[in-house]
């Protein structure tokens, strides 16, 4: 069956980094777009950024553009998100979906960023 498995998260102060991974597993993963999503305590989970199968980035938030990036390695099976300076508003449970929102979803990696 369809897994994801998110890794990398944790505590961080304001303007450092993080990568993030997502190890897929179960469907062809160089044939879906994968995307990174968060939620903030008490707020809507929202998308952060995609990635095609073919490794182009689409729907990067206007809030993390010039700070994250979205890439793939379809070799690995494994999603990334890398995460520069980091400010405390950033602090989420960050997820990785396949599929669309209705689609698969991980468990979650929580991200906090220090002040």
């Known amino acids: 069956q369809v897994q994801l498995v998110e890794s990398g998260g944790g505590l961080v102060q304001a303007g450092g980094s993080l990568r993030l991974s997502c190890a897929a597993s179960?469907?062809?993963?160089?044939?879906?777009?994968m995307s990174w999503y968060r939620q903030a305590p008490g707020k809507e989970r929202e998308l952060v950024a995609g990635?095609?199968?073919?490794?182009?980035?689409?729907n990067t938030a206007d809030s993390v553009k010039g700070r994250f990036t979205i890439s793939r390695d379809n070799a690995k099976n494994t999603a990334y998100l890398q995460m520069n300076s980091l400010k405390v508003e950033d602090t989420a449970i960050y997820y990785c979906?396949?599929?669309?929102?209705?689609?698969?979803w991980g468990q979650g990696t929580q991200v906090t960023v220090s002040s």
């Open positions: 179960g469907f062809t993963f160089s044939r879906y777009v």
């Open positions: 979906n396949a599929f669309g929102r209705n689609g698969a």
């Open positions: 990635i095609t199968g073919a490794g182009s980035i689409i």
